[in-house]
């Protein structure tokens, strides 16, 4: 496993920003496809956003497409997940992950399935104020 540590989390009012950062503990994110996940208070956890091992290809939680931009440095071993528009459901605890490419193809596409990701962080909460 990976240590991951995500940071950037806060009290925000509905409408505001909030950019997520995940810190890998060694270089590995060249190698790696990224995802965020996120569980409500009182709800299951859920998926929200992944991009592969190069960047090139993203995925969304449909509820937040167009709010929500993934992005990573795989030179800084950093993952970022920028948050505009935000709503109270968005309120959660949020987890990013990491799990080995299954394919070197630079356009290879990632998983949304939690099981496909072997390295998560311990979580940075995000509370929307209304």
């Known amino acids: 496993q990976v240590h991951l540590v995500e940071s950037g989390g806060g009290l925000v009012q509905a409408g505001g920003s909030l950019r997520l950062s995940c810190a890998a503990s060694?270089?590995?994110?060249?190698?790696?496809?990224m995802a965020w996940f996120r569980q409500p208070p009182g709800k299951k956890h859920e998926f929200v956003a992944v991009?592969?091992?190069?960047?090139?290809?993203?995925d969304y939680l449909d509820s937040v497409k167009g709010r929500f931009t993934i992005s990573r440095d795989n030179d800084k071993n950093a993952g970022y997940l920028q948050m505009n528009s935000l709503r109270f459901e968005d309120t959660a605890v949020y987890y990013c992950?990491?799990?080995?490419?299954?394919?070197?193809?630079?356009?290879?596409?990632?998983?949304?399935?939690?099981?496909?990701?072997?390295?998560w962080g311990q979580g940075t909460q995000v509370t929307v104020s209304s």
């Open positions: 991009n592969n091992w190069s960047g090139a290809r993203t």
């Open positions: 060694e270089h590995i994110f060249s190698t790696y496809d």
């Open positions: 992950a990491a799990g080995p490419r299954k394919s070197s193809s630079y356009n290879s596409n990632p998983s949304s399935n939690p099981d496909d990701y072997n390295s």
